[in-house]
Each structure stands twice: as structure tokens, then as C-alpha cells.
Nanobody, 124 residues
Framework: QVQLVESGGGLVQAGGSLRLSCAASGRTFSKYAWFRQAPGKEREFVAA????????LYADSVKGRFAIARDNVKNTMFLQMNSLKPEDTAVYFCAATARVIQPLGTREVDYDNWGQGTQVTVSS
């Protein structure tokens, strides 16, 4: 069974840090991404990562504050979030695809496997 399981969300004060994890099981994926959805808003792209090359792509709103890392042994991707702001409050979703040829995508349709989401709340 193919699964993506996120963890690491929680409540943090503005300026603090959190690290989200996305553990994949059932198959290997070529590209991963993080999206987030705040209350009353549409889901938006946060960051993407190509497993083979390590190349990354970040939304302007998180560039310089968030960073993707990986653990090859555990087949797990991480999102390190620093200098968190109240506007970063959202449910964060891990997504992945095995499609190789396309470049890193920023749209939901670019990914065909999704986790259940983990809540991140940043207090002011």
C-alpha cells in the first residue's frame, strides 16, 4: 500500500522553528512537494524536491526561511521551517509523484499521492 505520512506539526510562537516529516512507504517517488492550506483559503504550493538530484523549488513566501532535507535510509523527506510567522499557520500536506520527466511542479495536479496533513499553528 502506497502511503505518505506527515508528522511534526504543532503550536509554535512567531520566530520559532518546526520540522515536518514525510515518510513514504509502498514505493519510491521521484519528486516530493509540500503544500499548505490555511482556513478559508485555497491550498498553495510551499516547496518541491527532486529525489535524484536534490534540486529544490520554493514559494517566494517561504524562500530563505524553509528548507527541504531528506533521509535516504528512511525514505523520508523533511521540511525545516525557521523564522515562522503567524501567516504560516495552515495544514501542511506532503505530496509525491513517480513521474520523472516533468520538471518540479507547483500545481496540485503535478502530484498524485498525498498525505493526510499536519497542522502548524504559529502564534503572534
Amino acid at each position: 500500500q502506497v502511503q505518505l505520512v506527515e508528522s511534526g506539526g504543532g503550536l509554535v510562537q512567531a520566530g520559532g522553528s518546526l520540522r515536518l516529516s514525510c515518510a513514504a512507504s509502498g514505493r519510491t517517488f521521484s519528486k516530493y512537494a509540500w503544500f499548505r492550506q490555511a482556513p478559508g483559503k485555497e491550498r498553495e504550493f510551499v516547496a518541491a524536491f527532486r529525489w535524484s538530484s536534490g534540486s529544490t523549488l520554493y514559494a517566494d513566501s517561504v524562500k530563505g526561511r524553509f528548507a527541504i532535507a531528506r533521509d535516504n535510509v528512511k525514505n523520508t523527506m523533511f521540511l525545516q521551517m525557521n523564522s515562522l510567522k503567524p501567516e504560516d499557520t495552515a495544514v501542511y500536506f506532503c505530496a509525491a509523484t513517480a513521474r520523472v520527466i516533468q520538471p518540479l511542479g507547483t500545481r496540485e495536479v503535478d502530484y498524485d499521492n498525498w498525505g493526510q496533513g499536519t497542522q502548524v499553528t504559529v502564534s503572534s
